[in-house]
């Protein structure tokens, strides 16, 4: 079973332009609590490094691209993301690296819950043991 899963979502318009609504509950599968963007990333900048224990996110890159990496424990997928009608849902215990951050790359976040240091997983070892914990 693949880690890596997106939603597609509608985009409405016309000649003056596009637009993407996200609603909590129907396009996202959860509860929005946060919303975050990442821009303005330096060439040659990787982010992430962590996983969450009770958090899910759906990530979108509005604008330009990046690459995301997603890890189970057991198997990495990578995945370009570089369309703002696809998101990739990311659910709790699983790893996530962001690289290839194009210069104009905007990336936005949504969250199922406020921001909460201690859900955060920072070392990769404490990770596996985690995920193996929870198997």
């Not at 946060?34 to 330096?42: A, N």
Request: hydrophobic fraction near 35%; include cysteine; proline fraction near 1%.
């Amino acid at each position: 079973m693949s880690l890596i899963k997106t939603l597609e979502f509608n985009v409405l318009g016309d000649d003056r332009g596009s637009l993407i609504s996200l609603e909590q509950n129907k396009n996202i599968p959860f509860d929005i609590k946060r919303i975050y963007y990442i821009f303005d990333t330096q060439q040659d900048v990787s982010r992430g490094f962590h996983a969450h224990r009770n958090l899910q996110q759906v990530a979108v890159c509005v604008k330009g691209s990046c690459r995301f990496t997603l890890d189970d424990g057991q198997t990495r997928e990578s995945i370009l993301m570089d369309s703002p009608n696809v998101g990739l849902y990311i659910d709790n215990h699983k790893w996530r690296e962001m690289h290839d951050f194009s210069e104009d790359c905007v990336l936005i976040v949504l969250a199922s819950d406020y921001y909460e240091e201690a859900d955060y997983i920072r070392d990769y070892d404490e990770f596996l043991k985690e995920v193996v914990k929870n198997a």
